[in-house]
């Protein structure tokens, strides 16, 4: 019985497909930290995707630095519409408002932005339920009063617009290393992201590694990625520039504001990485032997996992004639109980399948 009733668990989920409903809260339970392990696109389920572009309308207020999110978005978008963006969601893209409000975090003031974000969103035709803002240099001067202060800007916006997800940033490098007070600063608005649950795209985290996971913050780099590579004081080398020489045809020739097309490439990635995440895609559930990757052998555990679960009912409930077994609540023990087990055990397999981005014969949709 059974291997029977494992046998039939496949079977009946491709008889069955089911469409996973995401979760729809504007807050996270949990903080969401984007940064330099959040870059690798191809891990990003497509279906994420467009529930995010579908979900969100994003306003995002910036100068130069933060343009070079904007710009690593573009190269994603040529090379596939799935990353479609523009400024009213044409045709199923992404409707983000570009350079809206103006300025940034610290320009004209420290304030400015804070009361742009409530005229925006106080306007009757607004329809914005994310914004973003950037810093250009600013946090490099900043002291911890200054980011308090935009600590507590954000904070008093979120309650006033509950509905609405803020999404919190650090200040780019500026090659003062980990003593330097911009990493201070940036720790400052770190910590308080994670005690706080709140949404970080960490700027400067992204340009303190490069693909590889070699960290560079250690070295003075600043945010055109270049680095002193032997403690001599000068910035004698660069980071993208070596990546990209040691990986052919793997970086973009953008234009980035101030720095290179592979910092702008990984900030655009690890933007779309922040939406899935905020519509729902949980990334580590999706790697279930804690391999590091995400592919077939994820789906074969947890087909494994959810056929012990089906084999320990059947011998614990239902070959007993149990009450546990009674699961249609009729006061009968028989196949309709065994059948309603197996839509159950069904329903999460197409949930996981569904929400880890592969499709109904095992593959990893692209």
């Known amino acids: 019985m059974?291997?029977?009733?494992?046998?039939?668990?496949?079977?009946?989920?491709?008889?069955?497909?089911?469409?996973?409903?995401?979760?729809?809260?504007?807050?996270p339970s949990l903080p969401i930290i984007i940064d330099h392990t959040c870059t690798d696109i191809d891990q990003v389920p497509a279906y994420w995707i467009d529930e995010a572009k579908t979900r969100f309308r994003i306003s995002y207020g910036h100068t130069s630095h933060g343009s070079q999110v904007i710009s690593g978005m573009e190269v994603l978008?040529?090379?596939?519409?799935?990353?479609?963006?523009?400024?009213?969601?044409?045709?199923?893209?992404?409707?983000?408002?570009?350079?809206?409000?103006?300025?940034?975090?610290?320009?004209?003031?420290?304030?400015?932005?804070y009361y742009r974000t409530r005229n925006l969103l106080n306007d009757h035709g607004s329809d914005r339920n994310m914004i973003m803002w950037s810093w250009c240099g600013q946090v490099s001067t900043a002291s911890k009063n200054d980011i308090d202060t935009y600590l507590n800007l954000m904070s008093s916006l979120e309650q006033e617009f509950s509905t609405v997800t803020f999404v919190y940033m650090t200040g780019h490098l500026d090659g003062t290393g980990e003593n330097g007070n911009l990493h201070q600063r940036n720790n400052q608005i770190r910590e308080y992201c994670r005690q706080n649950n709140k949404v970080l795209f960490d700027f400067a985290d992204i340009e303190s590694y490069d693909p590889d996971g070699n960290y560079f913050l250690d070295k003075y780099a600043n945010d055109e990625c270049y680095y002193d590579s032997d403690g001599d004081g000068v910035w004698d080398a660069n980071?993208?520039?070596?990546?990209?020489?040691?990986?052919?045809?793997?970086?973009?020739?953008?234009?980035?504001?101030?720095?290179?097309p592979l910092n702008c490439d990984l900030k655009g990635?690890?933007?779309?990485?922040?939406?899935?995440?905020?519509?729902?895609?949980?990334?580590?559930?999706?790697?279930?032997?804690?391999?590091?990757?995400?592919?077939?052998?994820?789906?074969?555990?947890?087909?494994t996992d959810l056929s012990e679960e089906m084999d320990a009912w059947v011998k614990d409930c239902?070959?007993?004639?149990?009450?546990?077994?009674?699961?249609?609540?009729?006061?009968?023990?028989?196949?309709?109980?065994?059948?309603?087990?197996?839509?159950?055990?069904?329903?999460?397999?197409?949930e996981w399948m569904e929400g880890c981005g592969f499709t109904k014969k095992g593959r990893i949709k692209r």
Request: with cysteine.
């Open 269 to 303: 990635r690890a933007f779309w990485w922040m939406m899935a995440r905020l519509a729902g895609w949980e990334a580590e559930r999706c790697d279930y032997n804690n391999d590091g990757v995400v592919d077939r052998l994820d789906l074969i555990a947890k087909h």
């Open 239 to 260: 980071w993208a520039d070596e990546w990209c020489a040691a990986h052919p045809g793997e970086c973009s020739d953008c234009v980035c504001a101030h720095s290179r």
């Open 77 to 113: 978008m040529l090379q596939s519409g799935l990353y479609a963006f523009d400024h009213d969601g044409t045709d199923g893209a992404l409707s983000l408002h570009d350079r809206t409000p103006s300025g940034d975090l610290g320009n004209p003031n420290r304030t400015e932005w």
């Open 318 to 350: 239902w070959d007993r004639n149990d009450d546990c077994a009674d699961l249609n609540g009729d006061g009968l023990v028989d196949e309709n109980d065994l059948k309603e087990k197996q839509k159950q055990i069904s329903q999460k397999l197409a």
């Open 2 to 27: 059974n291997r029977l009733a494992a046998c039939l668990l496949l079977p009946f989920f491709l008889i069955h497909p089911l469409r996973f409903i995401p979760h729809q809260s504007t807050s």
